[in-house]
């Protein structure tokens, strides 16, 4: 089993992880949400800074954790794509040149392929085939699984990812950044089926719908229309119910259509990844779904839902074992599909 040290720098979390194999031996993740939450989302510039300050720290902290010397690594990696341009650079600099300079192989990671990944922390991880439901705030994907490094994408958003819905309706219930843990918290006590909330369909053009695909928009808009009603019936807003009501449906639909793809596909095995799977409806509603239709099912780990780079060291230590790594001429892609993740692990670098 190789070990590695991962940063992961794509988005506003500054993170760096040992890992060996499928054990975390260390990890660490600076959040800057409390930064970008005065902006209402996340302000690339301020990110890139931030992560600049921060990573040198977090790297210093995760070797000590390990107790292991740059000497003793078999990798170093950095999430290469897709993500906010200037925030993956940190990463990617860092971890190239320390790779350089510790004559270590550099593995680029795509930052999907991470979120997969990170349910092989589980102490019972899926074996392939599975179906992996990975749902973040720049992501709402069904991705079949046939091999590590082996990704179709079966399903998607045709709007909003999963975790920007929550955004965005957190915004317009007066809630905080991120949305998804404050319409979490709000709902608690909520009446999650009080209001009759749209589960988005995407319309082929030859008719009829595309089965496993999602659309969060017009939800969106229903949320709207019925915060502006009960406003101007000038009725004190019922944000509890609100809320449940929009967790709610945003489960069903994303456990439904998962259910139904997976079925679809003869597969036996549905996988929940992404931020937006740290919810915990979400994560009632899938195994009572997955119990009913006699499907197993693996959650990621609560602390590896939510970006970090021990999931990006699992990714890397997979390729490593492989017997790949990438160039350390690889630059960053701000994006790049999942299905072309094994391309980050070509020669000449893909980008
Ligand atoms: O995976 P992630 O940390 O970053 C991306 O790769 O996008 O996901 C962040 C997203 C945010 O949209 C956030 O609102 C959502 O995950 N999220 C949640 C919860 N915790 C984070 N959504 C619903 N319920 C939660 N408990
Ligand atoms: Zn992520």
Same mark, same amino acid.
């Given at each position: 089993m190789p070990t590695v040290l991962a940063l992961e720098t794509s988005c506003d979390e500054s993170a760096a992880a040992v890992v060996h194999g499928r054990t975390v031996l260390a990890s660490a993740v600076a959040s800057q949400v409390e930064e970008h939450a005065r902006w209402g989302g996340v302000v690339p510039e301020i990110a890139s800074r931030r992560h600049v300050e921060a990573l040198p720290g977090l790297i210093e902290q995760v070797m000590r954790g390990s107790g292991l010397?740059?000497?003793?690594?078999d990798g170093i990696a950095a999430t @290469? %794509? /897709?993500?906010l341009a200037g925030a993956l650079l940190v990463a990617s600099v860092t971890g190239r040149t320390l790779a350089r300079l510790h004559r270590k192989p550099f593995l680029g990671i795509h930052h999907l392929e991470g979120h997969l990944c990170s349910?092989?922390?589980?102490?019972d991880p899926p074996q392939p085939p599975y179906l992996v439901l990975l749902v973040s705030g720049g992501h709402t994907e069904l991705v079949r699984v046939d091999a590590p490094g082996q990704y179709r994408r079966l399903g998607r958003s045709h709007d909003d990812a999963a975790g920007e819905a929550f955004d965005k309706v957190a915004r317009l219930l007066g809630l905080g950044y991120p949305g998804g843990p404050a319409i979490a918290a709000a709902a608690? #006590? #909520?009446?999650?089926?009080r209001f009759a909330l749209p589960k988005g369909r995407v319309s082929r053009p030859e008719g009829g719908?595309? /089965?496993h695909d999602f659309s969060f928009s017009g939800l969106k808009t229903a949320m709207l229309r019925q915060v502006r009603a009960l406003e101007a019936s000038g009725a004190m807003l019922p944000v509890a119910d609100l809320a449940a009501s929009f967790e709610q449906v945003v489960a069903e639909v994303l456990v439904e259509r998962s259910c139904r793809c997976a079925r679809d596909q003869g597969l036996g095995t549905l996988v929940l990844v992404g931020? @937006?799977?740290?919810?915990q409806r979400l994560r009632r509603l899938l195994e009572v779904q997955c119990r009913e239709l006699g499907l197993r099912w693996r959650l990621a780990p609560l602390a590896y %839902?939510?970006?970090?780079a021990a999931m990006i060291g699992v990714a890397a230590c997979q390729w490593l074992s492989h017997g790949t790594d990438s160039s350390t001429a690889l630059g960053i892609a701000a994006r790049w599909p999942l299905e072309q993740a094994a391309d980050l692990q070509v020669r000449p670098a893909p980008f």
């Open positions: 010397a740059m000497a003793e690594l @290469v %794509c /897709p993500g349910a092989q922390l589980d102490s608690e #006590g #909520g009446d999650p089926h719908f595309y /089965p931020g @937006v799977a740290a919810n %839902c939510t970006d970090n």
